[in-house]
């Protein structure tokens, strides 16, 4: 097995094991706008990290 098949091998296993932790949402447009602005301000406008504090926030209260 070649060098470029190992590495696509183990790159499949790494997707394989990160799809139970995808998940995708359609917005409508003043809920994005919102996110947007949220993650401009907050988190350099990295929208994933903002949408990982609301989330951790709702869920642990804080």
């Known amino acids: 097995m070649s060098d470029d098949?190992?590495?696509?091998?183990?790159?499949?296993?790494?997707?394989?094991?990160?799809?139970?932790q995808h998940f995708q949402v359609r917005l409508d447009k003043q809920l994005a706008k919102q996110l947007q602005h949220y993650a401009d301000q907050r988190h350099n406008g990295i929208i994933n990290s903002a949408l990982m504090t609301i989330i951790s926030k709702f869920f642990n209260g804080k």
């Not at 190992?6 to 799809?19: F, G, I, P, T, V």
């Open 5 to 20: 098949d190992k590495k696509r091998e183990q790159q499949a296993k790494a997707d394989a094991n990160r799809r139970s």
